[in-house]
Each structure stands twice: as structure tokens, then as C-alpha cells.
């Protein structure tokens, strides 16, 4: 087994979808990491394409000025999902309870995770759905800092260092056959001005992990 079953408890053990009963229209992540993903969406994501944003919520942070065919998004909160302009369709399921998703095999040309990856407990199963929903030379990619709600991130993340972070989703995506090998990104976020206008430096780190459906 990829992880042990003490590695997938939570501080908070009850029912995720209680946690996220309530929306939370914010981001979760500074503004350099936003705009870091939507340059990295931009470069990666084709045009006119499917998209499938998985663990989703108000926002997708997709590039403006690209369209796509098709943006499918899940989350837990229908709220939060109803308010996101660029989602066509949206689903609400608890990935933990039921991992399962009620998509077609091969029907995604992109599947997205946006700061949530810390939250799956079974990402064996979960990451072997991103892999049946992608069509052959479909790209995954999984994002992610350094903040997270502490009392519903798995033990695996909240004790790794954010070097182990990184190889943890690494090896979600190596151990299920058909991923390519997976590609690291790792950037520091930059200030925002008014920030430096105080004299702080630094902002959130972004890391991206990143692979393709490489069978057919």
C-alpha cells in the first residue's frame, strides 16, 4: 500500500462535507501563486479543450483569454461551485467516502487539483480515476503550497517537509501504471506590491506536479 492507515487519519476525523457545509468565498492561496498557476494553465492547457477541475470551489484560476470546450467541476460545496463562472457542469461528492467518479473513461483532455491534494486519503484510488477519465496524452496537474487546513490534511502531509510533499504526490502518480514520469515545478511566489511597500518579502511557495496518460 502506498500509505498506512495511520498516514491517512485526520486531526478531524467526521465527515469532510461537514467541514465545507458552509462557503468560503476566498482564496486560499496568495496572488503570486494564483497568477503562477493561471501562466502554467495558459502554457499547458490546450485550447478548445476538456477539463475536468477536480476538488474544486469558487474559482478555477483558468486563463481569461483561453476557451475551452468543456469544464467539469466537483467539489463539496454546490454553493461555491455555483458561483464559479467558468465551470459548465458541476458535480458535489465526498472523494473520500466514494472515490469512484461519475465520469466516462478517456473523456478529459486535463485533469486539475488546485490546494487540495492534501485532503485525499485514498489517493491510490483517486489517482487511478484521474488516469481512467484522461484520454491518452491527457496532462494532470496537481498544485499545491504550503497552507492547508491543518485538521483535515492527511498525517502523511501535515509531518512531511515540503520537499516530502512533493515526492508523496510523485509517488501517487508512480503508483499507478500508465502516468508518465512525473515533473516537478517548484517557484516562489513574489510579493505583491502593497506588500512591499511595507518591507516583506516572500510569498507562498507554488509547486506543481505534473504528468500525462502515456497507454492508450
Given at each position: 500500500?502506498?500509505?498506512?492507515?495511520?498516514?491517512?487519519?485526520?486531526?478531524?476525523?467526521?465527515?469532510d462535507a461537514?467541514?465545507?457545509?458552509?462557503?468560503?468565498?476566498?482564496?486560499?492561496?496568495?496572488?503570486?501563486?494564483?497568477?503562477?498557476?493561471?501562466?502554467?494553465?495558459?502554457?499547458?492547457?490546450?485550447?478548445?479543450?476538456?477539463?475536468?477541475?477536480?476538488?474544486?470551489?469558487?474559482?478555477?484560476?483558468?486563463?481569461?483569454?483561453?476557451?475551452?470546450?468543456?469544464?467539469?467541476?466537483?467539489?463539496?460545496?454546490?454553493?461555491?461551485?455555483?458561483?464559479?463562472?467558468?465551470?459548465?457542469?458541476?458535480?458535489?461528492?465526498?472523494?473520500?467516502?466514494d472515490p469512484?467518479?461519475?465520469?466516462?473513461?478517456?473523456?478529459?483532455?486535463?485533469?486539475?487539483?488546485?490546494?487540495?491534494?492534501?485532503?485525499?486519503?485514498?489517493?491510490?484510488?483517486?489517482?487511478?480515476?484521474?488516469?481512467?477519465?484522461?484520454?491518452?496524452?491527457?496532462?494532470?496537474?496537481?498544485?499545491?503550497?504550503?497552507?492547508?487546513?491543518?485538521?483535515?490534511?492527511?498525517?502523511?502531509?501535515?509531518?512531511?517537509?515540503?520537499?516530502?510533499?512533493?515526492?508523496?504526490?510523485?509517488?501517487?502518480?508512480?503508483?499507478?501504471?500508465?502516468?508518465?514520469?512525473?515533473?516537478?515545478?517548484?517557484?516562489?511566489?513574489?510579493?505583491?506590491?502593497?506588500?512591499?511597500?511595507?518591507?516583506?518579502?516572500?510569498?507562498?511557495?507554488?509547486?506543481?506536479?505534473?504528468?500525462?496518460?502515456?497507454?492508450?
Amino acid at each position: 500500500m502506498l500509505l498506512n492507515p495511520n498516514q491517512r487519519e485526520k486531526l478531524d476525523p467526521s465527515n469532510d462535507a461537514l467541514f465545507y457545509e458552509q462557503p468560503r468565498f476566498v482564496t486560499h492561496v496568495d496572488e503570486g501563486f494564483i497568477q503562477q498557476l493561471t501562466d502554467l494553465y495558459r502554457d499547458r492547457l490546450k485550447p478548445n479543450s476538456r477539463i475536468f477541475d477536480m476538488m474544486s470551489s469558487w474559482v478555477s484560476h483558468l486563463p481569461d483569454d483561453v476557451q475551452f470546450e468543456h469544464v467539469e467541476g466537483h467539489g463539496l460545496n454546490a454553493a461555491e461551485l455555483a458561483r464559479n463562472s467558468r465551470l459548465d457542469h458541476y458535480f458535489v461528492q465526498n472523494l473520500n467516502l466514494d472515490p469512484k467518479l461519475p465520469l466516462p473513461d478517456r473523456s478529459f483532455d486535463a485533469v486539475l487539483n488546485t490546494v487540495s491534494v492534501q485532503y485525499v486519503q485514498y489517493p491510490e484510488a483517486i489517482f487511478t480515476e484521474i488516469h481512467r477519465v484522461l484520454k491518452p496524452g491527457g496532462i494532470a496537474i496537481i498544485s499545491f503550497s504550503n497552507r492547508m487546513f491543518y485538521q483535515k490534511a492527511i498525517a502523511a502531509w501535515r509531518d512531511g517537509s515540503e520537499r516530502d510533499r512533493v515526492e508523496l504526490v510523485k509517488n501517487y502518480f508512480k503508483a499507478i501504471p500508465g502516468f508518465s514520469q512525473p515533473e516537478v515545478i517548484v517557484k516562489q511566489s513574489q510579493t505583491p506590491p502593497v506588500l512591499q511597500l511595507f518591507g516583506m518579502s516572500g510569498g507562498d511557495p507554488f509547486y506543481a506536479v505534473i504528468a500525462t496518460r502515456v497507454d492508450s
